[in-house]
């Protein structure tokens, strides 16, 4: 098992820019793929970026695509998500997530996931 605990959220203006972390304990953490996914007020959980365990494969959303970079530092345990050009429309509660198989966009396919952390971009 593994616990994953964000951070980095807060209210940014838009054209801002923000760096999310997620750190992580207990299981082999080099083991996991992640993936950062995010929910807007009233809309469904939709992916955001995901990397595989080397961090040669990261799959972005297209609405975040130039715009977000996801990183991953196995020494440290952590994911990272940094967020450039901010939009409104990103305003969200950001997750992170892992599963020990190959790099997904599919939030079902994700055994563990943090509290989330609020992002808000004002315009």
């Known amino acids: 098992q593994v616990q994953l605990v964000e951070s980095g959220g807060g209210l940014v203006q838009a054209g801002g820019s923000l760096r999310l972390s997620c750190a992580a304990s207990?299981?082999?953490?080099?083991?996991?793929?992640m993936g950062w996914f995010r929910r807007a007020p009233g809309k469904e959980r939709e992916f955001v970026a995901a990397?595989?365990?080397?961090?040669?494969?990261?799959p972005y959303a297209d609405s975040v695509k130039g715009r977000f970079t996801i990183s991953r530092d196995n020494y440290k345990r952590t994911v990272y998500l940094q967020m450039n050009s901010l939009k409104p429309d990103d305003t969200a509660v950001y997750y992170c997530?892992?599963?020990?198989?190959?790099?997904?966009?599919?939030?079902?396919?994700?055994?563990?996931w943090g509290q989330g952390t609020q992002v808000t971009v004002s315009s």
């Open positions: 997530a892992a599963q020990l198989l190959l790099t997904t966009t599919r939030a079902i396919r994700y055994n563990y």
């Open positions: 990397i595989s365990q080397s961090g040669d494969d990261t």
């Open positions: 207990g299981d082999t953490f080099s083991n996991y793929a």
